[in-house]
């Protein structure tokens, strides 16, 4: 029995060290394959292009254009871009919720272990299930933008989805969700793919982002 293609990962940051750090780390997996290197994010949105990688791991804060505006680059330009989390010092930072905004799919602290960041790329990667749930909905309790009055879309979810869109919040894999449910896994697919569709979000962390900035994971 073959064994499945590696997760083909791209490092973007200013330093040199961490850099180096982070390819040791994930060069040390089976499963995972450092396939490329960027300084800065105009770097990492040429590199991106050329080398399609799966997962993204990217400095918020980077010389020229920063972590923020490559992730809009690389996720505007690209029919199939990969997932992109980005690597910071400060989880409260406001630069990581704009670049969960963004289109980036999670966020990683550069004080994090190896396994946990060997897990993150894995999970991400797999991209059923939200990196490090509590940290984000704490990230966007803190930053959501007050609305006078909830956007359309919340008034078209089904209960079903409603259901979903909070489990997804949680950080529940589609199979998990599925049996809490008590419905097949298929039913969760095709839920969560309506609730993306009906939020106009790419992927679950931009549907839990938009959730909260709507006010509807707060009680509306």
Known sequence: MSRPAPIRVVLADDERMVRTALR???SAEPDLEVVGEAATGAEAVSVVREVRPDVVLMDVRMPGTDGIRATEQILATLDEPPRI???TTFENDS???DALRAGAAGFLLKRADAEALVQAVRLVARSDSLLFPAAVRTLAAEHARARP???AWVAKLTGREREVLRHMAQGLTNAEIARRME???ATV???????????GTRDRTQAVIAAYEAGFLNGG
Do not use: D, R
């Open 183 to 185: 419905v097949g896994a």
């Open 24 to 26: 040791a780390i994930l």
């Open 189 to 199: 697919k095709s839920h969560v793919a309506a609730v993306l569709a009906k939020t």
């Open 85 to 87: 989390v980005v690597v």
């Open 149 to 151: 009055a909830p956007p």
């Open 95 to 97: 630069y990581v919720y």
